[in-house]
């Protein structure tokens, strides 16, 4: 065997992934290349850093736990719309499957549902305001017919004040005053 | 076919029979692989433990879907990674997304590294090798996970991903490669001439 035959079969090697009829040829050449036998030697050095782990910690009524809810129907889908949560036959048909699973459920609805109101309350306050304050140009355009109508409105006033002062001169102490802005 | 595999089969047909206890047999059997598995994805235990619960349930929902042809544990597995992948995606915790095709990424070279150091204490060596797993990118970090730490066969990394067993060979063999690149990128004294 050629070291280049040699090196791609080093890894699978390593992995005990290779037949004794593989394995036979390469174990030769390792024992006969110094280079190839380095690189081998490099590989199992790496694999040290996927030895170092601790034992799983499983917590205590988990598998009862699981199979609980599973026969409550919760399917471990995303619970974004708990109301299509799809229900195993073999679940629903059981009695009593109204469990722990269930009021999660119908909990998790309720918060949804809660949520969901609060936010569409916020954006139609956001929308009606943004509707009551017009922007930039749009403002000092109102606020001037705003003026202008006020003006006239005053005009007219003071022209009837004047007409009523007419007609009756005796009355004057009735005419109203109007605070000009 | 195996002692446990008949077994596994007969506790799934149990449970789908409405057997509570077959299912929490199967639950037993396999939550410490589980367990261990999604704790490479993520350390935050609740985290864990919300990934692992609902493998099982999206397992229980799509019992009737299992066909017996890749061993239970196969089936569940693939379940899992899915699960937890999607999970992380969810939760906005991966680390890495694929910005590349790792088949068109170019060979690696010959790059060596040293073991973990005589001193060092095991909780060093796992930060340190967690912390570069998750620096690569996703789909070198499964292999790399379920070869190294979870002794998977090429055989049943193929089967949970859909692979051939070539390309599981060629992404383990890019995945070590990448591994190696960024332990001496943060450990350069962890190189070898």
């Known amino acids: ?103 999660d459920r119908a909990l998790r609805f309720v918060l949804q549902v809660t949520a969901a109101a609060a936010l569409i309350v916020i954006a139609l306050s956001l929308g009606l305001r943004g509707l009551s304050l017009p922007s930039g140009t749009s403002l000092s355009a109102t606020d001037g017919r705003a003026e202008i109508g006020v003006q006239k409105a005053l005009e007219r006033l003071d022209r009837m004040n004047q007409e009523e002062a007419a007609k009756a001169p005796a009355a004057t102490s009735k005419t109203v005053e109007i605070q000009r802005p | 076919m195996e002692a446990a595999q008949v077994e596994d089969e007969s506790l799934v047909r149990e449970t789908l029979a409405g057997s509570q206890a077959s299912f929490q047999l199967l639950v037993e059997r396999y939550q410490e692989r589980i367990f261990s598995l999604a704790r490479h994805y993520t350390r935050n235990a609740v985290d864990v433990e919300d990934l692992v619960q609902d493998t099982f349930l999206k397992a229980f929902s799509r019992l009737d879907t299992f066909q017996g042809q890749s061993s239970f544990f196969t089936w569940l597995y693939r379940i899992a990674v899915n699960t937890i992948l999607d999970g992380i995606k969810r939760r906005g915790r991966s680390p890495v997304n694929i910005v590349e095709d790792p088949e068109a990424v170019a060979a690696p070279g010959s790059t ?10 095991r909780d060093e060596i796992a930060r340190i090798t967690h912390a570069v797993l998750g620096e690569l990118p996703e789909i070198f970090r499964a292999v790399l996970v379920m070869r190294e730490f979870e002794d998977l066969s090429y055989q049943q990394i193929a089967d949970v991903l859909g692979i051939s067993i070539g390309t599981v060979e060629s992404r ?3 995945a070590r490669a990448r591994f190696k690149d960024k332990l001496l990128q943060r450990h350069p004294e962890f190189g070898e001439e």
Request: proline fraction near 9%; charged fraction near 20%; aromatic fraction near 6%.
């Open chain 1, 1 to 103: 065997m050629e070291c280049n035959q040699a090196q791609p079969l080093i890894p699978s090697y390593l992995d005990g992934e290779l037949s004794e009829a593989q394995a036979a040829p390469l174990r030769r050449h390792l024992l006969d290349c110094q280079p190839c036998r380095a690189g081998a030697q490099s590989e199992k050095n790496m694999k040290r850093w996927f030895s170092a782990t601790n034992a799983v910690a499983v917590p205590k009524g988990f598998a009862a736990r699981v199979a609980r809810r599973a026969f409550a129907g919760d399917t471990g889908e995303p619970r974004l719309e708990p109301s299509l949560t799809f229900v195993p036959a073999v679940a629903a048909a059981l009695p009593g499957a109204a469990t722990e699973a269930s009021e």
């Open chain 2, 172 to 174: 383990l063999f890019r």
């Open chain 2, 112 to 121: 060596r590294v040293s073991g973990p150091s005589a001193g060092m204490e």
